[in-house]
């Protein structure tokens, strides 16, 4: 991972952890070449939806991949 990288990963986190409808969530990030991607279970597809769109406002972040993203009724 790139300092940049390291740097967007930590700004993402922050900003996952100030948001109260999701910063109780175990939610995992992870970036490449500006790239974010999101693992974890959350309760609703709501809060995938939040959090998709949290990182996708921060500057820097060029794609949100949610796709390891779980929501946890559907996790079954």
Do not use: Y
């Amino acid at each position: 991972m790139s300092v940049h990288d390291e740097a967007l990963a930590t700004r993402v986190r922050e900003a996952l952890t100030m948001d109260k409808r999701i910063s109780s969530l175990p939610i995992g990030v992870r970036v490449s070449n500006g790239e974010v991607f999101l693992k974890g279970t959350v309760e609703t597809l709501e809060q995938v939806d939040v959090a998709q769109f949290i990182v996708s406002g921060i500057p820097g972040v060029r794609h949100v991949n949610v796709q390891e993203l779980a929501v946890k009724d559907e996790a079954r």
